[in-house]
């Protein structure tokens, strides 16, 4: 008969129908646990729920069962998966299928007909040949945070305590889910798989009492048989010198624990820096701007600019205009990757004296008779106007 189809399975297990394999392992896992009978002693509710993620499961997880839950909306353990492609042209939509004469009792075949048709309905139906299923380790996920750190620490490095939540080995179970030995499964006998019927065929299907192992475990109650359990930490991160926004830091071994002894996952920390109000940081090279006065820029000086090593004297070239930029080698940021370093750039800006002294206008006008030339001679022919 075909499995019930009124509850989606998608939505049962709360994935989506694209989800891959590996997502509907995960949430089979998740949410068996949570609904698990021993983990529900004497729940009704919770033992029929265990019994619809097992059926929802068992055709999810097989490729050729689930293409034909895809394509019908049901899967039929009376149809052969592998040839269910619509009925041919005008013929009858209603498959029925004879396996009067067929051999199901798993004896040998005839000579050169390669085994029983109980191998061949295996084949079709993905059988495990009564093999128990043991759970699969799997890794701890990866996670992110975002971090926000000041000018200096980015380009001096820094060492930050950083407050993380993440899925740690359960210290009870040590990981495992489970607590004393392994029972075989009485059910199943520890194979795993029980028969089941349907007309004159049999075949088999995971057991349901031990989702398919063979062992009755009993449930770690700290875990509820997870294996994990979520526990804030606080750890010390190093920040390298010349990290910039937009960059990640990575933590190896503090993302999620893995399961059943796999390795953890990392954290990954996405930098952001906040502004400085004097350097400006544009990769690894920094732009600062210095006001010089009009002598200065009109005979030439040396002044005192700041960079990030302390003040660094400058030459400021004679006849300098406002918006000239010097360059400083290797004034700049570390990278953050082999400690190279980029540069500064001062862009010199002229500030003009107020002429609240009569000196200072006396003086102005006498700079106008000395040199009396037109700023702005060549300003309408380069405008074209």
Request: aromatic residues 8%; proline residues 6%; positive net charge.
């Amino acid at each position: 008969m075909p499995t019930t189809s009124k509850t989606d399975y998608y939505e049962l297990l709360g994935v989506p129908r694209k989800a891959s394999a590996k997502d509907i392992r995960n949430a089979f896992r998740k949410l068996a646990r949570k609904y698990h009978p021993d983990l529900n002693p004497g729940d009704k509710a919770a033992e029929e729920k265990f019994k619809q993620l097992q059926e929802a499961y068992d055709v999810l997880s097989d490729s050729k069962k689930r293409q034909m839950y895809d394509q019908y909306g049901f899967y039929s353990e009376n149809v052969p998966t592998g040839d269910y492609g619509g009925p041919s042209p005008g013929g009858n939509s209603n498959v029925n299928f004879d396996f009067n004469g067929f051999d199901f009792s798993g004896g040998a075949g005839q000579a050169g007909s390669g085994g029983s048709f109980r191998d061949l309905f295996s084949q079709f139906f993905g059988g495990r040949g009564g093999a128990a299923v043991e759970e699969e380790a799997e890794p701890g996920s990866s996670l992110e945070y975002k971090l926000e750190i000041d000018f200096w620490d980015a380009v001096r490095g820094a060492v930050k305590k950083l407050q993380i939540t993440r899925m740690d080995i359960c210290e009870t179970c040590h990981g495992t889910g489970a607590i004393g030995t392994p029972q075989t499964c009485s059910t199943c006998n520890g194979t795993g798989t029980v028969q089941q019927a349907a007309g004159k065929m049999r075949f088999n299907v995971p057991c349901s009492r031990c989702g398919g192992t063979g062992k009755l475990r009993t449930p770690c109650k700290t875990c509820g048989g997870e294996g994990r359990v979520r526990r804030n930490e606080t750890i010390e991160v190093r920040i390298p010198a010349g990290v910039a926004s937009g960059g990640r830091v990575r933590v190896a071994g503090k993302g999620n624990a893995g399961t059943m002894g796999a390795p953890p996952g990392d954290l990954y920390l996405h930098i952001e820096v906040r502004p400085h109000p004097f350097f400006e940081r544009r990769g690894n090279d920094l732009y600062t701007k210095v006001p010089v006065t009009v002598s200065e820029a009109t005979v030439g000086a040396k002044v005192e600019v700041p960079t990030i090593d302390g003040r660094s004297l400058v030459r400021i070239p004679p006849a300098t205009n406002s918006g000239s930029t010097l360059r400083l080698r290797e004034k700049g940021v570390p990278s953050a990757r082999n400690g190279a370093r980029g540069d500064q750039y001062v862009e010199i800006q002229i500030v003009v004296p107020k002429p609240t002294d009569e000196r200072v206008r006396n003086i102005m006008k006498e700079l106008e008779t000395v040199a009396p030339d037109d700023p702005r001679k060549d300003l309408f022919a380069k405008a074209g106007v």
